[in-house]
């Protein structure tokens, strides 16, 4: 079904196909470990007309293989507009290429807004097509704004016939209490470091062990950066170039992606300032400081700033204020 399986993703889906009493699933766990596919293979498995008790979907019968071609009537996939083609696509799912941004247009909307979720309602109102469930999916399910997620709320507490929901999350504390208690949870952890790492390699990573780390031991995303062209050994370059003030080391960066790394970036700092290893760099990447003191406050100045990374007015000087802060700040820590 998916184009790129997950091997950590069988025992749990083989728990979940086994345990599940609710009509609705809250798949939730870290970003990066494959909540969205074990969601849509909890999918498959619940629209198979050829499978056992509780085991997971064939791949053979007619239902799956229209699930495989993206065309199965009775399965809907509800995604922000910015997620839809990327996720479609990682999925090995048909997907419509997205429209060149033009002047004065909005971008693709990072919510789930109300009229996806109406449009939503009127699958789940109409009988099956093929006899069996309709199956909807969510991800991620933090995504859907307050309207829409109260607008679904009736329907996912009295769904109507065999409507079965697979809700995807990985900051489930942000979704309405009302939307939680609805669903049964199915934890995702992140999967054992030998796993993580045969998969890594599998896919041709290099410094696999190195980028492993830096995400705090989420594979999806190691591999995401591996595919964008980080190197284990850039990354490992970072703290040095940053606490010189190189600007260049995080110019060809996005804003939010140069925050996220000082972010982790400031937390080793932070444990390596009480005595603790880092955990997203090694240790001899990483200054010694001696103070916390300057890491806290460069800490919460760059929490101020994720809540604008999305909307900086000139990125190129973002970035460069950003460098100077770190810069600052470790140079104080060391002191």
């Known amino acids: 079904m998916l184009s790129a399986d997950l091997p950590w993703l069988q025992a749990p889906l083989a728990d979940a196909l086994a345990r599940a009493r609710s009509h609705a699933l809250l798949v939730q766990g870290p970003a990066g470990v494959g909540q969205l596919e074990l969601a849509v293979k909890l999918a498959q498995s ?9 085991q997971p979907a064939c791949g053979r019968c007619a239902s799956c293989k229209l699930f495989a071609s993206g065309t199965h009537p009775d399965f ?10 990327s996720a479609r696509e990682s999925l090995g799912l048909p997907f419509e290429e997205p429209d060149a941004p033009k002047a004065g247009k909005a971008k693709p909307s990072k919510e789930i807004k109300v009229e996806a979720v109406r449009n939503l309602l009127a699958f789940a109102q109409a009988t099956s097509a093929r006899g069996k469930a309709k199956v909807v999916v969510i991800f991620p399910a933090e995504a859907l704004n307050g309207i829409a997620a109260n607008a679904l709320l009736k ?6 016939g065999l409507l079965r929901f697979a809700l995807a999350s990985h900051d489930s504390a942000s979704l309405l209490p009302t939307i939680r208690s609805r669903c049964q949870p199915l934890p995702l952890p992140l999967p054992e470091r030998s796993a993580a790492l045969a998969w890594l390699a599998s896919k041709g990573v290099d410094g696999a062990e190195g980028l492993l780390d830096a995400t705090g031991g ?10 964008a062209g980080l190197t ?8 040095k170039r940053v606490a010189r003030g190189e600007v260049a080391a995080l110019s060809d960066w996005a804003p939010p992606r140069a925050i996220d790394a000082l972010q982790r970036l400031c937390h080793d700092l932070v444990r390596r300032s009480h005595g603790r290893p880092g955990q997203f760099f090694a240790a001899a990447s990483l200054p010694s400081p ?3 003191a300057p890491l ?14 999305d ?3 000139n990125a190129s000087l973002w970035i460069e204020a950003l460098v100077a802060q770190a810069q600052t700040a470790i140079a104080a820590a060391a002191r």
């Open 290 to 292: 001696k103070r916390a």
């Open 218 to 227: 989420r594979p999806q995303q190691a591999l995401a950066w591996h595919e």
């Open 76 to 85: 809907q996939l509800l995604l922000p507009e910015a997620l839809d083609a």
């Open 311 to 313: 909307h900086p007015l």
């Open 296 to 309: 806290l406050g460069w800490d919460a100045e760059l929490r101020r700033a994720a809540r604008h990374a």
């Open 155 to 160: 329907t996912l507490e009295e769904p109507s």
């Open 232 to 239: 284990d050994a850039a990354w490992q370059a970072l703290p």
């Open 46 to 54: 619940w629209l198979c007309e050829d499978r056992g008790e509780a």
